[in-house]
C-alpha cells in the first residue's frame, strides 16, 4: 500500500465570483475588503506524512498576482504557478530522509515583486512498514510498494523468489530483527529456484539499507548465486545463511564496481564457483565483512572461500574461513588489493597448487590476530600463506600443523613479527627473491628448513632478510635444519636469534649458506646449540662464495654442544674468503675434524677475542689446496690446547699472534648454558687492548660471546 497526501495550492476567487444574488451578497459600502492572504488548507500542522504529499492552499486577494512559488526549509525550490489562483504542488518523498521535519512556504508575488507568504506548515516523513504475507503476498510484491526507507519484515516460511531491490533504500528482514531468534533465520527462506541470483541489488542504496535474518538458497547465476550487487551499491547484509548457491562467479556473493557492502554475522557455506569464488568474490569494491563463517565453499580455481581482485580498503575481521577449496587461496585469493585481515581462523582449507589458506599477488595486506592450521596444499612446495609480488605485514599469527610449507614468498617485502611457525610439513617460512623482516617469531618442528631463503641464480636478484629475536628450533631438513640459503645472493641479518636442536640430514644443522655471490652477512648474539649435521657444520655451515667474499659480521656469538659427523662441529667454513670471528664462544662442540671449527679451501679465518673450549681435538681443523694458501690467525684468544689444537693440512698456516690464552675460561655455569665469565676467569680483561674493542662499561674487552662493545645481552 502506498500513502499519497497532497499540497494543492488552490487560489479561489473569494468563494464564487460569478454570485450575483442581491438577495445573498449585497454590497456594504461601510465594510472594508478583506487583505491580502495564502492560507494552506489540506494538511495541519504537524502533520506525519508517509510518501508522497501533495497540499491544498488559498491565495486571497494579492492585487495584481503575477506567480507563486513554494519554499522548502528557507528556500525557495520553485514556482508552481503564474497568475492562476488555482495551483498544486507535488512534493516527491522518496528520497527524502525517513524521520526528517520540514518547513513550508507558500509565497504569492504581484506585479511590483511584493511577497505574500503564508504560514509555516511543518511535516514529519515517516517510515512505513509492509507484513509478508500478511499483508502483501510476496517478498517482490512488497518491494514494488515500498519507497526509500520503508520495511518489510517477512513472517518464517519458504519464498521461492528472485528478488530486486530496484534501486530503492529498504529495511527486508525476517523477525529475527526483532526476536534475535535464531530459528527466524533458519526458517525464513529465500529459495532462487535455481535460476537467476536469488537476490539483486544494483545502485542508488545507501548504507542505511539492510538485509537481515534469511537463508538464501539455490540460487544460480553467471554471476553470484545467492546475492548480486553492482555500481555503487552501499547497504548492510546482516545475520544471513547464503547456502548452496551456485554460480560461474562468486556462487555466495557477487560485488563489482564499489559494491562497498557490509557484512556482519553471516554463514557463507556449501556454495559452489565454476570459476573463482566460491563463497564470494569481489571486484573493484570495498568490502567489510566481520563476525562471520566461510565454510566448505568450493571454487574451480582461485578462491575458494572469498576471491578480491582491485578492490581498496577491504576490511576483514574476526572471521572462520573453513574447509574451502580452490586451485590456489583456497581459503583466501587476493589480486592487486590492498587491505585488512584481524582475527581470522584459516582452518582445513585445501589448493591444488599454492596458497592453501591465503594467496596474495601483487597485494598490500595488513595481517594481524592470525591462527592458520591444518591446510593442506597438494603441489611439492605448496605452502598455507603465498606472497608473490606482495607487500605483506603479519603480526601476533599462529600457522600451525599446516600439511604443507608455512609461509612462502617470492619478489615479496614480507614482515612478520610476534607469532609462531609450529610443526608444519614442509619449511616454516620460504623466500625467494623476497625481503625479509622476522621479529619476535617461534619457528620450530618444522619437516624443512626453519628459513629458506634463495636469490635469482642467473640475475644480480637477491632476498634478504633480519631476523631479530627469534627462535629457530627443532626442525629438521636434508640442508639447514635451522636457517638455509640456496641459489644466488642473500643478504642475511641475524641478532639475537636462537638457533637450537635443529637437525640437517647433511650439511649446517643450526645454518646453511651456500651460492652467494651478491651476499653481506651480519651474526650477532646468537645463541646455537645442540644442533646436529649429518655431514660438515653442525652449528653452521657457510660454503661456496666468491674469493672476492661478502662483508662478514660475526660478533659475541654463543655456539655450543653442536654435532657434525664429519666437520665442523660448531662451524664450517668452504670457500668462503675472510671469516672474521670475534668476541665469541665455542664449547663443547663435537666433530672427527674441527670439534669447534673447520675450513676448506680458499678460506682464510680470523679468531680474536673469542673463546674455544671443551670439544675434542684438533678443535680447529684447516684443509688447504693447490690454489690457496689458507691461514688461521688467532689474536686475544682463548684456545683449550694452545696453538696444538689447530691442525692443519697441506700448506695451510697457522698465525698464532699475541694475547692468546690456554686455560679453563671459568664460566658461570656452562651446565645450564650460562657462559657468562666468572668474576676470576683469565678471560675478564683480557682481550684486545684497543679501545674501540672495550666492553660496554668502558672497561677493556672480555674475551667470549659477552664482551666488547656488543657483548651486553
Known sequence: MRYIVSILFICILFMIQGCTDDSLVGPDENLEPPGPSVTITSIPEGTDVLGDIMILAIIRNV?????????????????????????????????????????????????????????????????????????????????????????????????????????????????????????????????GNASDPVVKISGSVDERALLAGFTIQNGNSSYGGGIQCFNETKLRLHDLRIINNSAAYGAGIYLERNADVEIKRAYIANNTAQSKGGGLICFISKPHISDSIIEQNIAGSYGGG????????????????????????????????????????????SSQFYGAALYSYYDSLQLSGIDCRLNTS??????????????????????????????????????????????????????????????????????????????????????SAEIYDSKISGNTAEYGGGIRTWSGGVDLVLNGVTIDSNIALVDGGGIYLQFMPYSGIEFK???????????????????????????????????????????????????????????????????PEGSAISSFPSTGIILENSIIYAGSLPSVYVVDDMWSKDTV????????????????????????????????????????????????SPCVDAGDPISFSNDSDGTRNDMGAFGGPGGNW
Not at 648 to 677: K, R, Y
Request: proline content about 2%; some cysteine; overall charge negative.
Open 63 to 191: 492585487p495584481d498576482l503575477m506567480r507563486s512559488g513554494i519554499e522548502i526549509d528557507g528556500e525557495l525550490t520553485e514556482f508552481i504557478g503564474g497568475a492562476d489562483t488555482a495551483v498544486q504542488y507535488n512534493w516527491v518523498t522518496e528520497s527524502i530522509e525517513k524521520g526528517s521535519t520540514h518547513r513550508f512556504q507558500i509565497i504569492a508575488q504581484d506585479s511590483s515583486y511584493t511577497r505574500y507568504p503564508s504560514d509555516t506548515l511543518s511535516l514529519t516523513v515517516i517510515n512505513g512498514t509492509f507484513r509478508v504475507p500478511e499483508d502483501i503476498g510476496t517478498i517482490q510484491g512488497a518491494i514494488d510498494q515500498a519507497g526509500h526507507g520503508d520495511t518489510i519484515l517477512v513472517s518464517r516460511g519458504i519464498y521461492t523468489e528472485n528478488l530486486d531491490f530496484k534501486r530503492k533504500r529498504l529495511v527486508i528482514s525476517s523477525e529475527y530483527l526483532f526476536t534475535g531468534d535464531s530459528l527466524d533465520i533458519i526458517q525464513t527462506i529465500i529459495d
Open 306 to 349: 572469498l576471491y578480491f581482485e582491485q578492490s581498496e580498503g577491504y576490511e576483514l575481521s574476526n572471521l572462520q574461513i573453513l574447509q574451502n577449496q580452490g586451485s590456489s587461496g583456497g581459503g583466501v585469493y587476493s589480486w592487486g588489493c590492498s587491505g585488512t585481515m584481524s582475527d581470522i581462523n584459516y582452518v582445513e582449507n
Open 525 to 591: 648474539q646468537l645463541d646455537i646449540h645442540h644442533n646436529l649435521a649429518g655431514n660438515q657444520g653442525g652449528g653452521i655451515h657457510i660454503g661456496n662464495s666468491p674469493l672476492s667474499s661478502p662483508t662478514v659480521i660475526f660478533e659475541n656469538n654463543l655456539i655450543y654442544e653442536n654435532i657434525a659427523e664429519a666437520r665442523g662441529g660448531g662451524l664450517h667454513l668452504q670457500r668462503s674468503g675472510n671469516f672474521n670471528i670475534s668476541n665469541s664462544t665455542f664449547s663443547g662442540n663435537e666433530a
Open 633 to 680: 690467525s688467532v689474536n686475544y684468544s682463548m684456545v683449550e690446547g694452545g696453538e696444538s689444537s689447530v691442525s692443519l693440512m697441506e700448506d695451510a698456516v697457522v698465525l698464532w699472534g699475541t694475547g692468546n690464552l690456554d686455560s679453563n675460561p671459568l664460566f658461570v655455569d656452562e651446565s645450564s648454558g650460562d657462559f657468562h665469565l666468572s668474576s676470576n
Open 378 to 463: 597438494e603441489a611439492e612446495y605448496g605452502e598455507a600463506f603465498y606472497f608473490r609480488y606482495s607487500t605483506i605485514d603479519l603480526d601476533e599469527f599462529s600457522i600451525e600443523g599446516n600439511l604443507c610449507q608455512g609461509i612462502s614468498s617470492t619478489y615479496s617485502k614480507v614482515s612478520i613479527a610476534n607469532g609462531s611457525i609450529i610443526g608444519n610439513n614442509g619449511h616454516g617460512v620460504s623466500a625467494h627473491v623476497s625481503e625479509n623482516i622476522i621479529q619476535n617469531v617461534n619457528i620450530t618442528e618444522n619437516m624443512g628448513s626453519g628459513v629458506s631463503l634463495g636469490g635469482d641464480a642467473i640475475s644480480t636478484y637477491a632476498s
